[in-house]
């Protein structure tokens, strides 16, 4: 009996990831697992090969429309879809087909940040693709619908969550992340052709504009028991792919008792690495893997917490996260497709 | 009668600026400024072109070893030097020498702040080359030995020396400053090289150690006339030149209040520029400029400052902050052979 | 009695290098040239600050349409406009207007090539913008129509022109630039993204399809005075400025031959740099610069020559070679305001 | 019964290449190939993660030195070392050992070459890594001592050997190839620095001075059973990874014939991907991928083929050429642990 995955959205950069792990996954060699329907909104018709020419297996694959009657039939769907549209999608399949969404829409607990953030009605809460988040393992182990993190709030949330959990800092973060331009989407906006991002770092959506903040502040917070609040700056660098999150907070603990948290949260997690003391992390060491690669380090003078985390945004922060999701939902072996191990330098 | 200007350290980068900011500087146009010697430590005997090709019109110029007797005789002297030999080349040339000195041996005022961080013996105090800091131009009007600030206290101290200045934050700040590579000089290091660097964002000195924390420190708490704590990040971008400094700190004032204490304190300087309000800056922006481009945005929810500036870390944080320099110094109208205009995109 | 200046595609790149060159020039500086009307299509009513935030001088500026009423009055017109749409405009401006045209309309001298590779209507031949041509410079200096060439041209033209004139190579070229992505202008295109550029080298326009390659077979011809056949062969590569051209021919004449020819031929040029033997260019070294550097080297084994010049493509391969024109069109000094000294690193 | 892999050189970029392969390889992951010794020369006595920080299983691994001893007892070798080199190791070696050497040793056949080109004794000639030339698969299968392609070889040659083995070019041939740095190897030098090299193009060894030179010239001309003489100028582009050939040479046929010759020609290679007409090929989609992707087009007005090719010069062009060896010298499946799917954007 094989399991059918469908990927929509196929023409973007979310589902290009997921087809690309699903290419290495040993269940779709085997044969178990089968790459079903890919569709696309305007793209529908054209061949795979004219979006992701480095998908070679699939070139000749072309894309249908993202339509309920495309997707049913399939065991596995996967969804990389504008904001706001994964809903009439996911109502018209049925409840036994596991939906895995890259999209916002199910990612917030609270309607009203939800409105703030995104306007328009609050689709719902569904299970959130993050396993390392206490508990949450086993939600995913028995969910039929998954959200999976936004990118910028995996690494971020990865980065504090020993500390905010254990109360060994203040409840008011500060969080830095550069990032490379795949974050943002293939958008044709004149702020990510090459020429202006190339020799270039820019802040955008500074002073908690940008939507990741709440999906943030909503996990650290669960995490920490009561209210934090985040001041989340993003910084576009000019590299394709990647986030470094510097994440800072005023410490109440010594940095022994810091690093000792981590060490414990993080001892069984097969993908978050825990750097050896004074090492730090560089993206380009997690580029293609699922791992985040994470330095814990107390300035003493500073008295604050200096976590930094690197990530490749596409993969653990996004496709990544969806498969592993699926396999901890379909009862595979979490890490199966996914290594730890980068493409470098 | 001619002004002649020596360059010490001629090959690295630092002495590259300087060199192409004099070649277009009106003084040397009309031959009021001559370039003299131009010196190096292990590069002597080289010609010009072999370190700086896009220095045309000095390319076949030979380096002269960097001596108290090639650069005597000069007018002005830039040191672009390693740390600590500074002091020697400075006391075997006459007081009435204007030396400018693009290295760290000057900056600090605590010999003990000194020795933490650079090791060895403290050489002294120079008036800083910052002249934007309150009562600092005129030191440098009648100032014949000048310390170029770093790169990263220069984008640091003025995108938060309004706000502490009035006391408008509280008095701990965090700065993540993304930078390129030219600031780290012509070092043959790992770490440094392309393949290591394109596509990859890494921090690096986290957690107070890098060496321009107490300068940062220094200069924002004279402002804030009461200490400063300063947790300082820089993180290493694939671009080669540019730094964007995020800086972050809890307010206790409103957003128009420090809004309107940024206004009125970079009213009339010529190579601060703040940005309209939902303006952000970009280090392209600010490439082979002299200008520093700097938004402010008050985070509500957060309860935090965000000032955001962007500079070129070789022109106005280093090159070009030495030649504005010796304009004050000399007399010379303080903007002539510098400009606001960046070479974008 | 001053001269105004209007800049017809303001808010495109070859308009903003314009602006950036006028903002340095000499003329600008005096008052005698001022900068008059800045216009543009879509972008009309918008700050030149949205487009190019690093002319900060000019940053308030609202542009206007493009229309021949708002450039008329004004003594030069440049205009970075879509090809197809300057002769509409030109017609409509006095005849004594200069006007210098950034766009390909009128730089073929063959209808039938025009049609070929632009499709519509030939619009005309105006005077070359390329004062290196022989007899050229001349018809520039009496011209009040201009077209500018095209950037590959500019460097293609000028790394074989003295082989070919003398006779010294085989008429069939082979030439391989590879080429930042400014010189695709301002499109949206998923091509010219950041995260599709980034990282990657890509041909296009292979085999004689991309519309600079009869531009370039004309001025090599003309050179020649035969018909050079030209294999072109352009290559996008992760950087927003630069082409770097190699251009290999099949030699019929020794090295020194070769070498001497092109010594000889632009012994007096200002802004062709011939680079001592064994030096090879790199791109870097001519950003900003109006300057192109460039190698000969013989290659005795293949049987080869292989000429490498380097030019920044919105400099002197466009917006430089337009202020150039301009200078020689209005009796100034011809390098007034242009520079050979790039910005690097 | 299990085959233990040694890696000589583990700390540069081919051997860094080599691990990763190993790590993502099906029979590494079963236990029947386990990695055995990690040496190197300067870096011995150092963990792994300090020079290859994404290879996280391998991570705490601390490099023996590299001798016959520590090599000595390994079923396979792998040999990423300094020119040169090579022999003495080898020498040392049972001859049952399978040794891959990524070095040059062993590549060339004729020993004037070796000297014009290395300086010092020629050391031999072993078979030849690249499975895609005529009747050389079969060599590799019974081989125990290999030496792998140089990248710029493998692309040039893939990209023109089905033109001149079909006699439908001109036996003269003209590569220009874009480079990434790390082609290069993590050599200290300043033209590798990442502020020299970022937002430049720069040629290098032009006139048929890279060591690759004779080794496309050898190949080819086997192919062609007549001499090729080849125009080889290696261009050095701002990225890590990816060469991109542009191969061109005067056409004795059609364009349809010399298409057909290609399809024919690869119409059973796993690792070379002809691509429909019309489409061309880019450095990223090859990243991580043991694939060349190559384009062909003829420019009937210039009378030129433009052969195209793109490959990731660590993979292919290093270390998935070892492992695709190792795989036909051991009796594996050929593709094991090799992919054509690439990491992009």
């Known amino acids: 009996m094989t399991i059918s995955v469908a990927v929509a959205g196929a023409s973007g950069y979310a589902g290009g990831e997921i087809l690309r792990l699903l290419l290495g996954h040993p269940r779709v060699a085997t044969g178990e697992v089968t790459i079903g329907a890919l569709t696309a909104g305007g793209n529908a018709g054209t061949e795979l090969r004219a979006h992701h020419p480095h998908l070679l297996p ?8 993202t339509t309920p009657e495309i997707l049913a039939g399939h065991d596995v769907v996967f969804l990389g879809l504008p904001h706001g549209t994964s809903a009439t999608i996911a109502d018209a399949l049925p409840p036994s087909t596991l939906i895995i969404d890259c999209g916002a829409d199910f990612r917030l607990n609270d309607a009203r940040e939800w409105e703030t953030y995104y306007g328009g009605d609050h689709a719902g809460t569904w299970p959130y693709g993050l396993p390392e988040l206490p508990g949450n393992r086993e ?8 959200a999976v993190p936004g990118c910028y709030p995996t690494v971020s949330i990865l980065s504090l969550l020993p500390a905010l959990a ?10 830095v992340a550069v ?8 958008s044709l906006k004149v702020d990510l052709l090459a020429s202006e991002v190339i020799g270039s770092a820019r802040a955008y959506a500074v002073g908690g504009a940008h939507r990741h903040t ?9 995490a920490a028991q009561s209210p934090v609040t985040v001041s989340f700056t993003p910084v576009l660098a000019p590299m394709s792919r990647g986030i470094l999150a510097t994440c800072t907070a005023r410490i109440n603990a010594t940095g022994d008792e810091i690093r000792a948290a981590y060490e414990k949260h993080y001892a069984d997690e097969p993908f978050v690495h825990l750097l050896p003391e004074g090492v730090l992390p560089a993206t380009s060491s997690a580029i293609g893997s699922n791992a985040v690669q994470l330095s814990v380090t107390v300035d003493e003078r500073a008295g604050t917490l200096v976590a930094v985390g690197a990530v490749d945004n596409l993969t653990k922060g996004t496709g990544g996260a969806a498969v592993q999701s699926m396999n901890l939902a379909l009862g595979f072996g979490e890490t199966e497709g996914l290594t730890t191990v980068g493409v470098a330098p």
Chains 1, 2, 3, 4 share one sequence.
Do not use: F, Y
């Open 139 to 146: 939600k995913l182990e028995s969910a039929s619908r998954i």
């Open 166 to 175: 254990a109360n060994l800092v203040e409840p008011h973060v500060t969080v």
């Open 214 to 222: 709440p999906e943030i502040a909503q996990a650290l917070s669960e």
């Open 179 to 186: 990032s490379g331009t795949s974050g943002a989407g293939r």
């Open 58 to 65: 699939l070139a000749d694959r072309v894309l249908d429309e």
